[in-house]
Every structure is written in structure tokens, then in C-alpha cells.
């Protein structure tokens, strides 16, 4: 599987973003699909998952970033509102069939991941 993101960016704070993934295989339908993001000189964190009907959000993206997929084009996006300074990073998809039916946003539990994106809030 291969996964390439899409949408980043600068912004103002207080804007708002949209990333996509997209899968080269049928993945979207079956496997957990996340967001993580890293900083510069910090490690990579869970942003947000889907997958096995369930949505998961890091404390501090709930309330202002939306994940969703779509599993006709094979993608999943990445609706970023209220974008803060501390909001920037790379940000890179990830895919892995479920365990026990969860699907969050652990970098340890993702072995497929994409290139990443930039986004950038000013």
C-alpha cells in the first residue's frame, strides 16, 4: 500500500486547512486510517483515526479538526479549523488493519505511512 498526502500549506492562525490521503490500494474501507504530526525536534504524535465505524481525536486537536474517508475515491481528509501556531508540522498519513476492532492514533501500531505534507500556521 501506498499513501500520499495532500493540502498543506501556510496559514494564518485562526484559518483553516484541508489534508487528503490517498491510498493506492482499498484500504480506506477496511483498514484503520490516521493523521499523525511532527514538529521540529519533537516526536511524532497521533492527530486523529478512523476506522471500525469510530472516529479518534488527540485532546488537542477535539473540537477543531474533523477526520473523514471516503471509500469510494480511496481517501481520507483531514479538516483542520482554528489553526494554531503550535499546529505546525509535517503531517503524515498512516494505514494498518485494525486490532481487536480499535483503530487509534498510536504511532507504534502503523507500519504503512506516506511522505507527509507541510503545514505551516503563522
Known amino acids: 500500500v501506498q499513501l500520499v498526502e495532500s493540502g498543506g500549506g501556510s496559514v494564518q492562525a485562526g484559518g483553516s486547512l484541508r489534508l487528503s490521503c490517498t491510498a493506492s490500494e482499498n484500504v480506506v474501507r477496511t483498514y484503520c486510517m490516521a493523521w499523525f504530526r511532527q514538529a521540529p525536534g519533537k516526536k511524532r504524535e497521533g492527530v486523529a483515526a478512523?476506522?471500525?465505524?469510530?472516529?479518534y481525536y488527540s485532546d488537542t486537536v477535539k473540537g477543531r479538526f474533523t477526520i473523514s474517508q471516503d471509500k469510494a475515491k480511496n481517501t481520507i481528509d483531514l479538516e483542520m479549523n482554528g489553526l494554531r501556531l503550535e499546529d505546525t508540522a509535517m503531517y503524515y498519513c498512516a494505514s494498518e488493519p485494525p486490532s481487536d476492532g480499535y483503530c487509534f492514533p498510536v504511532v507504534s501500531a502503523y507500519t504503512v505511512w506516506g511522505q507527509g505534507t507541510q503545514v505551516t500556521v503563522s
Open positions: 478512523i476506522g471500525s465505524g469510530k472516529t
